[in-house]
C-alpha cells in the first residue's frame, strides 16, 4: 500500500474563519471570527480569533491557513456511491432503469480491469476533494484499487467491496479477505464494510454467510435494498415479503446496515426499521430517481420519525453525472418539501444536519466526523460565500443549502492535512489522471461484445 500523506499531520491553524456550528438537535448556526486549533488530526480547539491561551501556543501554530472571509464546515460526506463509475460519466442517458443496468452500465462493467478501476478511484477521489466531500462509502468491484486510491489522495472512505451470489463461494470469500486487511488501514481513514449488492441478486443464504461474518469481525454492511417501489412489489409477489423484510430474517439488520435508497421502503418496514434504529440507515440520493422517473422518493419523515439515521449521498457518476454533495443535499430539500407538501419541512439546519452528523452516522463515524468540535478528526472544509450567487449574504446556513457550488470550495482538510489549498490538489495529478481516463474511455464503453456482470431483473 502506499500512501503519499502518511506523515504526521502534527499541527495546524485555520484562522479567522467563520464556522458551521452543527448541533445533535435544534438549528444550526454561524460562530463569527473562529480559530480552529488541530493537533496529530484532531481539533483541539474552536475559539475566537487572537484568544490564545498561551504565548508559546501562538508561537507554535505549526501550518496556518488563512481562513478569513471564508466559512469552515465539516467536511462533507457522500453516503453512497460507486466512485469508478466517473469511467462511465454521460454515457447511460435517458433509458429507463431496465435499459441503464442491462443494456449500458453492467455491460460496461464487464470491461473493467484492476487498473481501470483505480484511476476511476483516484479520478473520484480528486472531484470529491475539490468540491469538499471528505468521506465517502462506496460499493465496487477491486475494492483493493479503490483503497490503494483513499489512501494515495489522503481523503476518508468506507469501502464495501460488491458481492454477487453469481461470483460464487470464492467471490465472497475475497470480500471477506479484503475487509479483514483492509480494516482500520490508512492511519484509521479507512474502514470496511461488507457489501452484498441487493437481496434480488444474492441468496438468503449468502446474506446470513455475510451477516456473520460482519458480526464476528464488528463491521457493518452497505446494501442496496428496496431501490423503488416496484421492487418491493416484485418481491412481496415473488417471495411474499418486503426487501426490508428479507434484510431482517437473513441478519443484515442485526449485523448494522447502511441502506441504499429505501425508496420503496413502505409502511409495515418501519417496525422492523424501528427496532434496529441505532444501527440502521438510509442513503438517500435524489438526482438517480428524478432521472430515472421513479416514484416515490426516499420517505425520510418517516424514518426519521421511527428514529433511522438518514444520509445524503450521489450514487455513482454513471447516474448522478457528478459526485457533488452541495448538489444532492439541496434535491433533498427541495423534493423532500413537495413529496411532503410542506415548506416548513427539512428546514435548512435539518438538511445541513442530514448531510454532516447523518452522514457520520451512516458510516459508523459518528465520534469522528460530522461536526467541528474538540475531540472529533479535523475533517474541515473552507468555503466562499462572496460570490454573486450567494448576495447579499443574509443567511449563510441558507446559502449552503441553496445557493454554494462546489467550485466554492478553497481549502481542504482530512485527518488535519491539507488536500486542497487555495484550490489547488495537493496529492493528484489531475492532468494526468484525464489524460489516462481520456484514452482508456473507448474500450470502457464499447458494449458491442454482449457480455454483463449481472442481469437486472429484481
Not at 473520484?124 to 466531500?133: L, T, Y
Amino acid at each position: 500500500m502506499s500512501d503519499r500523506t502518511a506523515q504526521p499531520p502534527g499541527r495546524l491553524l485555520v484562522r479567522g474563519c467563520d464556522v458551521l456550528r452543527v448541533p445533535l438537535d435544534g438549528e444550526c448556526e454561524i460562530l463569527p471570527a473562529r480559530d480552529i486549533v488541530v493537533a496529530d488530526g484532531v481539533i483541539e480547539d474552536v475559539r475566537p480569533t487572537g484568544d490564545h491561551s498561551s504565548p508559546a501556543d501562538a508561537a507554535h501554530a505549526g501550518d496556518v491557513v488563512d481562513g478569513r472571509g471564508l466559512v469552515a464546515v465539516p467536511g462533507l460526506v457522500n453516503a453512497h456511491t460507486h466512485s469508478p463509475m466517473v469511467l462511465m460519466r454521460g454515457a447511460a442517458e435517458d433509458v429507463s432503469v431496465e435499459g441503464w443496468f442491462n443494456d449500458r452500465v453492467w455491460p460496461m462493467e464487464s470491461n473493467l480491469t484492476p487498473a481501470d478501476v483505480r484511476l476511476g478511484a483516484r479520478l473520484a477521489c480528486a472531484e470529491m476533494i475539490r468540491s469538499g466531500v471528505t468521506t465517502f462509502a462506496d460499493h465496487y468491484f477491486f475494492p483493493e484499487q479503490i483503497a490503494e486510491a483513499v489512501a494515495e489522495t489522503g481523503l476518508r472512505a468506507d469501502i464495501a467491496p460488491t458481492y454477487f451470489s453469481s461470483g460464487g463461494e470464492e467471490s465472497l470469500e475475497a470480500g471477506v479477505r479484503f475487509a479483514e486487511t483492509w480494516h482500520g488501514r490508512a492511519e484509521g481513514r479507512l474502514t470496511v464494510s461488507l457489501g452484498p449488492h441487493a437481496p434480488y441478486t444474492v441468496d438468503d443464504g449468502d446474506l446470513r454467510t455475510l451477516a456473520g461474518h460482519a458480526g464476528r469481525l464488528g463491521l457493518r454492511m452497505h446494501i442496496h435494498a428496496a431501490e423503488h417501489l416496484e421492487q418491493t412489489r416484485s418481491s412481496v409477489e415473488r417471495r411474499g415479503i418486503t426487501p426490508i423484510r428479507v434484510l431482517y430474517e437473513t441478519g443484515v439488520l442485526d449485523a448494522g446496515a447502511l441502506i441504499a435508497h429505501g425508496c420503496g421502503i413502505v409502511e409495515q418496514d418501519l417496525p422492523l426499521l424501528r427496532e434496529y434504529a441505532g444501527t440502521t440507515a438510509v442513503a438517500c440520493c435524489p438526482k438517480v430517481y428524478l432521472k430515472h422517473a421513479l416514484s416515490p422518493l426516499t420517505p425520510i419523515r418517516d424514518l426519521l420519525d421511527a428514529g433511522v439515521t438518514v444520509a445524503v449521498g450521489t450514487d455513482g457518476a454513471a447516474g448522478h453525472n457528478t459526485l457533488d454533495v452541495w448538489e444532492a443535499l439541496r434535491l433533498v430539500a427541495l423534493t423532500q418539501k413537495q413529496a411532503v407538501r410542506d415548506a416548513t419541512w427539512m428546514t435548512v439546519s435539518d438538511t445541513l444536519r442530514l448531510a454532516l452528523r447523518g452522514g457520520a452516522r451512516a458510516l459508523g463515524l459518528q465520534d469522528r466526523i460530522g461536526a467541528l468540535e474538540p475531540g472529533m478528526r479535523a475533517d474541515i472544509v473552507l468555503t466562499d460565500l462572496s460570490g454573486l450567487h450567494c448576495r447579499p449574504l443574509h443567511d449563510p446556513r441558507a446559502a449552503l443549502v441553496y445557493s454554494a457550488r462546489a467550485a466554492d470550495v478553497r481549502t481542504v482538510v482530512v485527518d488535519g492535512r491539507v488536500l486542497m489549498r487555495d484550490g489547488r490538489l495537493l496529492t493528484v495529478d489531475v492532468p494526468a489522471l484525464l489524460d489516462e481516463a481520456d484514452a482508456r474511455a473507448a474500450r470502457i464503453l464499447d458494449t458491442s461484445h454482449g457480455r454483463a456482470v449481472q442481469h437486472y431483473d429484481p
